[in-house]
């Protein structure tokens, strides 16, 4: 982990959380990937990037498409998961997703699963801007976030508006429809829905809902 990481993690207890958790407890994610339909949208050997990758559920499913991908993550414990479950069929950069570590107009799409829910408001708008920046003219934005009506919305303390902190430091901001095409408003809008599944967990029944944007540069 190079210096400008350290001190980031140091100072920003949100993102520093993200690595406790994977030291603690190892692999977090498990199920079904997004339901995003990557490959009618890309061409096979699109340079794609994953920010925020966590440890690789998400890129697994990239990297079966056939495309050249990059997983980038703010925690090192979490990239050397994601390294354990997908070896060499993408390349892995610790890094944030608000300060890119690649060229401008380099990658033909970008994905963005669940990550944008973890950083603070003035964070979101600089990760917009360098999601701008490495995307090719054209390129692709694949983004989800959980919405205002999931069942988890308030979980908490409540730090910024409609994000809120858990008992893990762990920032959770949930969106609205109009919220993410703001967000994303200098991009054609290919396609931005809300979607709801109904899960059962402990015997009750709730609604998980995310918002899923498609958007080009
Ligand atoms: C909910 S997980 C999503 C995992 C993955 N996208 C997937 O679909 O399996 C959120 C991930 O975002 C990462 N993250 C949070 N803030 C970040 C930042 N500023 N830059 C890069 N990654 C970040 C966390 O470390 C965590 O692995």
């Not at 400008?4 to 100072?11: G, I, V, W």
């Not at 979490?78 to 390294?83: E, G, N, P, R, T």
């Not at 988890?152 to 430091?169: A, L, M, Q, W, Y």
Request: proline content about 3%; aromatic content about 12%; hydrophobic content about 40%.
């Amino acid at each position: 982990m190079n210096s400008y990481l350290s001190s980031l993690l140091k100072r920003s207890p949100h993102l520093y959380a993200w690595e406790k958790e994977y030291k603690l407890k190892g692999k977090l994610w498990r199920g079904i990937s997004t339901s995003f339909d990557f490959v009618s949208y890309l061409p096979t050997g699109a340079k794609v990037l994953e920010l925020g990758c966590g440890d690789g559920k998400t890129l697994a499913a990239l990297v079966a498409g056939d495309f050249q991908m990059t997983g980038l993550d703010v925690s090192p414990t979490a990239v050397d998961l994601a390294k354990e479950k997908i070896g060499s069929k993408a390349k892995f950069v610790v890094g944030n997703a608000c300060h890119l570590p690649f060229k401008v107009n380099y990658f033909d799409a970008i994905v963005a699963i669940h990550v944008f829910d973890h950083l603070t408001e003035n964070e979101r708008k600089l990760a917009v801007e360098e999601v701008k920046r490495v995307l090719k003219p054209g390129g692709v934005l694949f983004f989800e976030g959980f919405s205002v009506k999931d069942f988890r919305f308030g979980k908490g303390i409540e730090v910024e508006p409609k994000t809120f902190r858990r008992k893990n430091n762990l920032w959770y901001h949930y969106f609205s429809l109009t919220e993410v095409k703001r967000l994303f408003f200098d991009f054609e809008l290919v396609n931005c829905v809300e979607e709801c599944v109904s899960r059962s967990i402990s015997g009750q029944k709730v609604d998980r809902c995310a918002i899923k944007f498609i958007g080009k540069k």
